[in-house]
Antibody, heavy 116, light 106 residues
Framework: EVQLVESGGGLVNPGGSLRLSCAAS????????MNWVRQAPGKGLEWVSS????????YYADSVKGRFTISRDDAKNSLHLLMNSLAAEDTAVYYC?????????WGQGTLVTVSS | AIQLTQSPSSLSASVGDSVTITCRAS??????LAWYQQKPRKPPKLLMY???ILQSGVPSRFSGSGSGTDFTLTISSLQSEDFATYYC?????????FGQGTKLEI
């Protein structure tokens, strides 16, 4: 069974940093583009970042460019998102999702709350 | 960046009804569009890609159409489990983007 499990969320002060992780299982992780998508409380979905296989290409939303860094560890079947200079508007559930064009499946998400 | 606008933002319907949700892209995206269903406190679920191709396991009462800038998601004979929020997503080019969502309520 394909499974994605996010971790690393929590409460962080504005200006702080947080590193999210996504543990993948049930498929050949290194073959797939992986993504982060977020959803602010009560709001819609926002694509955040994508990383292709072998980390050949990396893409970011303008809203996070320069502050967030996506990475992958194919040996450990894991995806990461390092988030710096966090602001209140970064408060959201962060989902890990598999796929180069569509997102399937998704993890259950990890909540990041930026507040003092 | 390509913007997607869904309409309506919310929709009330009854079991057995047929409903249509529209997604309009700010520029042509061929058929590079997907639809997702999200239920409260759950991650989204992929319903359809390439505008009309059903993901495996998705009931045939879901159908999609469109190309270029205008797309529709139709759900015929609504079932109770279909009441959820629906999002379109374009994968024509980065940055990928989603519509703002359509909440389908009883």
């Amino acid at each position: 069974e394909v499974q994605l499990v996010e971790s690393g969320g929590g409460l962080v002060n504005p200006g702080g940093s947080l590193r999210l992780s996504c543990a993948a299982s049930g498929f050949t992780f290194s073959d797939y583009t992986m993504n982060w998508v977020r959803q602010a409380p009560g709001k819609g979905l926002e694509w955040v970042s994508s990383i292709t296989s072998f980390s050949n290409y990396i893409y970011y939303a303008d809203s996070v460019k320069g502050r967030f860094t996506i990475s992958r560890d194919d040996a450990k079947n894991s995806l990461h998102l390092l988030m710096n200079s966090l602001a209140a508007e970064d408060t959201a559930v962060y989902y890990c999702a598999r796929g180069a064009i569509t997102f399937d499946p998704w993890g259950q998400g990890t909540l990041v709350t930026v507040s003092s | 960046a390509i913007q997607l606008t869904q309409s309506p933002s919310s929709l009330s319907a009854s079991v057995g009804d047929s409903v249509t949700i529209t997604c309009r892209a700010s520029q042509g995206i061929s058929n590079s569009l997907a639809w997702y269903q999200q239920k409260p406190r759950k991650p989204p679920k992929l319903l359809m890609y390439d505008a009309y191709i059903l993901q495996s396991g998705v009931p045939s009462r879901f159908s999609g159409s469109g190309s270029g800038t205008d797309f529709t998601l139709t759900i015929s004979s609504l079932q109770s489990e279909d009441f959820a929020t629906y999002y379109c997503q374009q994968f024509n080019s980065y940055p990928y983007s989603f519509g703002q969502g359509t909440k389908l309520e009883i």
